[in-house]
């Protein structure tokens, strides 16, 4: 074998084990970011989450204004990067406890929804 073939060689076995280094470093930084994305929003994997807008009071539909779907879309990105579900229910329609779901209250003050803490 030549010089140059082994230089060659060499070359791409390097070239290979820091290509396969950089992809876990990589790998394991995503999963730490989405980790600790997760813990944040208290959304791990296959958890549930609910969407709250406001509903119209002539009509009775949901009534969600042309800001609030921007931020809609932003928040279903968010949820699916977390990996978890999303539904989207009306202020009057949301009947959950208190920390079962992670829940994004989006519109106006009609949308917040009012949790009483009753100690027990």
Known sequence: MSDDVRNIVLGVVAAGISAALGWIARTYLWKRKLRRKQMFFGMPENSESLLVVNRDPATAEPAVHR?????LLELSALI????????????????????????????????NRRVLYRPQ
Do not use: L
């Open 80 to 111: 699916k990067d977390c990996g978890a579900h999303a539904q989207v229910v009306t202020q009057d329609a949301a009947h959950q406890g208190f920390g079962e779901r992670t829940e994004f209250c989006v519109g106006g003050p009609g949308s």
């Open 67 to 71: 800001i609030d779907v921007f931020a």
